[in-house]
């Protein structure tokens, strides 16, 4: 039976077939590794990473011998634009593909339906994003979803930690909070809007007062110019643009940048995509972004840097977040797969993957079983915020990962 979980699915992708035996291994002994993702449309930057990622793992692994005599291959599913049927057709295609032995991606949708599918075939399905999406499904029954586990972890801080690094740039003497007023930006999608909704409650918690709010469709934006033109009218201390695409992101930064307010800008995570300097080069500086599992700076993690060297010298530039992360979850499937020895007995897989508790790029990963979320906070995976200057990524919070010190915008400081 495919539980629904609250997914809206239309009639005619549910009519879509699933047969769901299992695999049978090749003589060969390839395993596939499967990367589920929107090669395509405003979050294509973050699937080629993650398969960049995979790619680059397995090409390693696969010079050292393989696991077991087994050797990997890494495929792209390709949900295009995500939507329900183009997802569930990549999901129909991973079923039928011989040899699987994983799934790894950053997403392979932004409300997590396809976990319904997923947990039928039982293939170890490891994800990064849209956490609190996978949360609200898997802690309904997590044993259905035994199979499905995300290295990223709830995405809560999201909601709550901005106005205290407000205050800690406003005590360092770098931003000065005047009237402490905000303006927010939300984008109508699962992962932004309840990041939205929630900074909004802790920005008035906070004693902040709202001059501007609006929510943009889950589209291509290349103009923001109009609702930039209504901000300018009552310019606020802080701007909040919880866009989460790199392009659409960027399109408001270089429009911000040919009139910039005296405010404070922070843009919910696309800045940490490579795409997001590129297409900003110097206007990009200043702005400042958070991430919750992302990889700890190379400065105070060898591994990070080290992964890092590989991907540039490989791709000939660094990776964002996913590249990161999904290439962890290809070394972690290859412990899984040296204890086991079999992979296609998911089962043994799954319940090794459920006891998992290793430091990674980001930090110390163990899984919730209630949720099957990373947990997040002290000892575990940090919220962390950064600041661009010069096309470089300066973390500048929690102390304890800081590479460098917050700094005044150079909009503010003309």
């Known amino acids: 039976m495919i539980r629904k979980s609250g997914s809206i699915v239309t009639a005619a ?18 395993v596939t590794l499967g990367v589920l993702g929107a090669f395509a449309g ?27 005599g087994y050797m990997f291959e890494v495929d792209k599913f390709d ?14 295609r991973l079923k039928s593909t011989d040899n699987l032995g994983a799934i790894v991606t950053p997403f392979g949708s932004l409300s ?27 802690q309904e029954d997590p044993d259905f979803y035994k199979n499905v586990w995300s290295l990223a972890p709830s995405y809560d801080a999201y909601q709550t930690e901005l106005p205290k690094v407000i205050d800690a740039m406003t005590e360092a003497g770098t931003f000065d909070a005047g009237d402490k007023t905000y303006a927010i930006i939300g984008s109508d999608n699962p992962y932004s809007m309840p990041i939205y909704e929630g900074l909004k409650t802790a920005m008035d918690a906070a004693g902040w007062t709202m001059t501007f709010d609006d929510v943009v469709p889950p589209v291509e934006i290349n103009d923001w110019r109009v609702m930039l033109s209504q901000i300018r009218q009552n310019p606020p201390s802080v701007i909040i643009n919880t866009e989460a695409s790199s392009s659409n ?11 910039p307010t005296d405010s404070l800008l922070f843009i919910q995570y696309a800045p940490s995509v490579p795409e997001f300097v590129d297409l900003t080069e110097e206007n990009s500086t200043g702005v400042l972004y958070n991430m919750l599992g992302g990889p700890i700076s190379g400065e105070v993690r060898p591994r990070t840097k080290e992964i890092g060297d590989k991907y540039t010298a490989e791709y000939g530039y ?8 999904v290439y962890e979850m290809v ?16 089962a043994a897989i799954n319940a090794e993957l459920a006891q998992t508790d290793k430091e990674m790029v980001h930090g110390r990963v163990k899984f919730d079983p209630e949720t099957h979320l990373s947990i997040q906070g002290d000892g575990y995976l940090p919220i962390q915020f950064y600041q661009i200057w010069d096309g470089n990524r ?4 929690p102390s304890e990962y800081a590479t460098g010190d917050s700094q005044t915008p150079p909009w503010m400081a003309k």
């Open 13 to 30: 992708v549910v009519s879509v077939a699933f047969s769901f035996s299992g695999p049978v291994m090749a003589q060969d002994k390839t």
């Open 318 to 325: 660094d990776s964002s977040i996913y590249g990161y992360i």
């Open 42 to 68: 405003p979050f294509a930057a973050d699937a080629v990473e993650g398969y960049n990622g995979a790619a680059l793992a397995a090409k390693e692994i696969n010079a050292a011998g393989g696991v077991n």
């Open 394 to 397: 300066v973390t500048i919070y």
């Open 79 to 92: 949900t295009k634009e995500m939507t329900p049927d183009a997802v569930l057709s990549a999901v129909e």
């Open 249 to 259: 992101a960027a399109s408001f930064m270089n429009q911000f940048m040919e009139d």
């Open 112 to 138: 997590g339906f396809e976990m319904d599918y997923v947990a039928e075939i039982g293939v170890p399905y490891m994800v990064a994003a849209n956490s609190n999406q996978y949360r609200s499904i898997i």
């Open 331 to 346: 070394y972690l499937y290859a412990d899984l797969l040296g204890k086991v020895g079999d992979p296609m007995d998911y």
